[in-house]
């Protein structure tokens, strides 16, 4: 699937990305999408088992925006 990997980033420390995480949960929910974040920092999406492709899509691309918007890249 399609996922990014936290682990990559071995400098951050962890309660930057506990923070990171909570912000990119708040500005999803601002775009209309929900999940939980787990273990202070891992993102969890459970979508249903009926959900489309088109659906996925559109979760994806709120989770990027919010992610790149948090990160200070737009």
């Known amino acids: 699937g399609d996922h990014r990997d ?3 980033f071995p400098t951050r420390r962890s309660s930057d990305l506990n923070e990171k995480a909570e912000a990119i949960l708040y500005k999803c929910l601002e ?3 929900s999940f939980k974040v787990t273990m202070g920092n891992v993102l969890t999406l459970t979508p249903p088992l009926i959900v489309t ?8 691309d709120i989770l990027e925006s919010a992610i790149k918007e948090v990160n200070g890249c737009i």
Do not use: M, R, V, W
Request: aromatic residues 0%; without cysteine; glycine residues 22%.
């Open 6 to 8: 936290l682990h990559s």
């Open 31 to 33: 775009g209309g999408l």
């Open 53 to 60: 492709g088109e659906q996925i899509n559109d979760a994806l």
